[in-house]
């Protein structure tokens, strides 16, 4: 595929992803059925072997992939190696059976599994009236619910940065511009933070992503970078998401002071 015909398509992604300064509205998902999903040992499990020393790399990233996307709230190993748990939001049963049948783990025999439609109750609203209307601390921490959701941010985030590490190819086009320009992308997890080598036409520079939310009440999960490219200085903002490989990918739009319109950038994930 010539550059050209890359780049229609990277043009065409990004129409369809919101980023920082955009007007378009995300629309709201439709009403979502939930599913409780619990696996157990298959086939192919390893005897003797704990969950974590079972070969669930796969099943791994495809659980993170199923976060991303919104359609896996929660799930986790269980602790006494009797399997592991999932919980699903999709749009109805045959959405929830295709994503299980496509677990890497349940395709290798590894897990087993039962699915159960699950309706969960809003327990929040409930304690809220049982306690006149105010806002209740969790009696297990004594914390409130906004430092529950802190540590679930910071947890979030270190697994979303080991997702992202890896090598990617970068197609791009500079803001007010219709030059296009390919390079490499090197992200690394070090020491919690996100380490950002960008090769473009020979020239390495190194900065730091960072995880943010833009685009009003909706909160759009993106990742952004501030790099030197040209002797100026850029702001990126990318939404990501997971290819059909359960690879990240990115496209964004690219920043330099007084922008009138911004560039476009898509990194492709480099499979080894």
Known sequence: MGLKALFLVISLAIAYCPA????????????????LVVYRPGPAWLTGKSVMEQPLKEHGKYMLSLYIKGSMKLAGPLTDDAGGAVLLEVSDEAEAKAIVAN????????????????????????????NGGTQ????TTGNSVGGNDARRT??????LRSYMAGDYDLIGCKPDSTTTYIGHVTLRDEN??????R?????????????????????IPVLSMHFHFDGNEYDATYRWQSDPDNYPRFTGYVYLA???????????PVHK
């Open 103 to 130: 677990d890497p783990a349940v395709k290798s025999g590894t897990f087993v599994y039962e699915m159960h439609p699950w309706k969960l109750q809003p327990w929040d609203e409930f304690a809220k009236k049982a």
């Open 20 to 35: 920082q300064g955009l007007p378009q509205a995300v629309n709201r998902q439709e009403a979502k059925a939930t599913y």
């Open 136 to 139: 209740t601390a969790h009696p």
């Open 258 to 268: 007084g922008t009138k319109s911004p560039g476009l950038e898509a990194l492709f």
């Open 154 to 159: 910071q947890t979030d985030e270190e697994s």
């Open 199 to 219: 090769t473009i036409e020979g020239k390495a520079d190194k900065c730091v992503a960072r995880f943010d939310t833009v685009a009003g009440e909706d909160r």
């Open 192 to 197: 919690g933070v996100l380490q950002v080598t």
